[in-house]
């Protein structure tokens, strides 16, 4: 095996960082990043673990520490607005950007199940070994981060009058 196999995961790692950091960009200095760690330490890949979660937790690893640096730097993290819409039908757009503002309020912790489970297919143990977690936290965050985002999807339903009540006359 050699590094060239990290190759077809690009794509995967691309999706997961644009969604992970929201931004173009960053996303590819992250997958750039991971690419690079994943040439440096190929001697401490095992043959056991598919080689589809190794990246995927090295990109995991290095989102985290940027963050963590980030945030001991300007002593704050701030969300950007919803990144720009990439050639998407304009039916959709709306929702689209919809979903991208409810995945960016999610938590971290939250955004990075959903994201891992949902949208790149792993199952909770392979979500929980890329992240370092308990199989039991990856389903409870995974819950969570569902009915959060059911929550952030749904329109504020219009408040209504306070109820009639009978009065006796």
Do not use: F
Request: charged share 25%; with cysteine; glycine share 4%.
């Amino acid at each position: 095996m050699g590094v060239e196999q990290t190759l077809s995961h690009i794509p995967a790692l691309r999706r997961y960082a644009r969604l992970l950091t929201g931004d173009a960009t960053r996303a590819d200095d992250l997958v750039q990043d991971t690419l690079e760690r994943a040439c440096m330490k190929w001697q401490l890949w095992q043959p056991g673990p598919a080689l589809r979660s190794w990246p995927l937790s090295l990109l995991h690893n290095l989102h985290v520490n940027h963050l963590r640096d980030w945030r001991h730097d300007d002593g704050h993290v701030a969300l950007e607005d919803a990144p720009e819409a990439a050639h998407e039908p304009l039916a959709q757009m709306a929702e689209n950007m919809d979903m991208q503002r409810a995945l960016a309020a999610l938590p971290p912790a939250m955004r990075e199940i959903l994201l891992l489970v949902t949208v790149e297919e792993y199952t909770y143990a392979e979500a929980a070994e890329i992240l370092g977690v308990p199989v039991g936290t990856v389903m409870s965050r995974l819950h969570r981060a569902r009915e959060r985002l059911r929550e952030l999807m749904t329109p504020p339903q219009p408040e209504r009058g306070t109820p009639l009540q009978l009065v006796k006359r």
